[in-house]
């Protein structure tokens, strides 16, 4: 089944984890996808040589999603290259997990340039770049609903990311269907990156399937709510935890 077939997609901070998988999966069926990344170029190429050897075709885009100008380059770039792009997929995020009075300026600026920044910028580009009738993705996170101690900035973050997305769903019109999708813990290196075992089993039994997922079911999600079939849902969050939350 080829759900995307002659769709472009942006895929941000896509050279590992959850946005490796992504862009993987939707380019097995059938989408032109642009890897993304800003600091991590042997990664993203890995990403487009795993997509090039199934049969897809991708090329790697370089840019910071917090600088204005970087993504303003990216949709061009992308256009350049394919002519359009129809779906965007706001993974790229970063995460630090203290307690509040632990967390230093800089750490609060750096995180929500990327995290909320971020998504302002590829929106307002995907405002006037997007094809008609095409589909955003953003990423929040299950957090933003729990209350985990040492996840309040990151939380904080993915709360805007969600009020961003539903109130932008009725913005910009043309067709275009904007989501956010909230997943739970998942076995990825950004997550696991410090975690005791202990830790990650306490994690895994929180949710109705006493695992952490893995990227490939977050991935599908997305392969669902960027295709057509998901075109009457818009301006919602997809929880994708197991019962989590």
């Known amino acids: 089944m080829k759900n995307l077939k ?6 941000t901070g896509s050279s590992r984890g959850i946005g490796q998988e992504v862009a993987v999966l939707l380019a097995e069926n059938g989408a032109k996808i642009i890897v993304n990344h800003s600091n991590s170029a042997e990664e993203a190429q890995d990403t487009v040589n795993k997509i090039v050897q199934n049969g897809g075709d991708a090329i790697v885009i370089k840019a910071d999603v917090s600088k204005r100008e970087e993504v303003t380059t990216l949709f061009d770039q992308a256009i350049k290259a394919f002519g359009k792009v129809d779906v965007l997929v706001n993974n790229a995020g970063i995460m630090f997990s203290k307690m509040l009075k632990d967390n230093t300026q800089d750490e609060f600026t750096r995180l929500f340039d990327v995290n909320v920044r ?8 995907a405002n006037l770049k997007l094809a008609d ?6 990423f929040s996170s299950s957090t933003a609903k729990l209350m985990f101690p040492t996840y309040s900035l990151y939380s904080a973050s993915k709360a805007a990311v969600e009020q961003i997305t539903k109130v932008f769903s009725k913005e910009i019109g043309r067709g275009i269907s ?13 997550f696991l990156n410090g975690k005791s075992q202990e830790t990650i089993d306490k994690l895994s039994a929180m949710n109705a399937f006493n695992r952490l997922a893995e990227p490939i079911d977050i991935a599908k999600v997305v392969l669902f709510l960027a ?8 301006g919602q969050v997809i929880g994708a935890n197991g019962a989590l939350v």
């Open 178 to 190: 904007v989501n956010a999708i909230a997943p739970g813990a998942t076995a990825t290196e950004l």
């Open 227 to 234: 295709s057509d079939d998901s075109k009457w849902i818009s």
């Open 133 to 138: 009738n095409g589909n955003i993705i953003n």
């Open 6 to 11: 002659g769709k472009v997609v942006i895929v």
């Open 118 to 125: 971020g998504i302002f910028n590829t929106l307002q580009e």
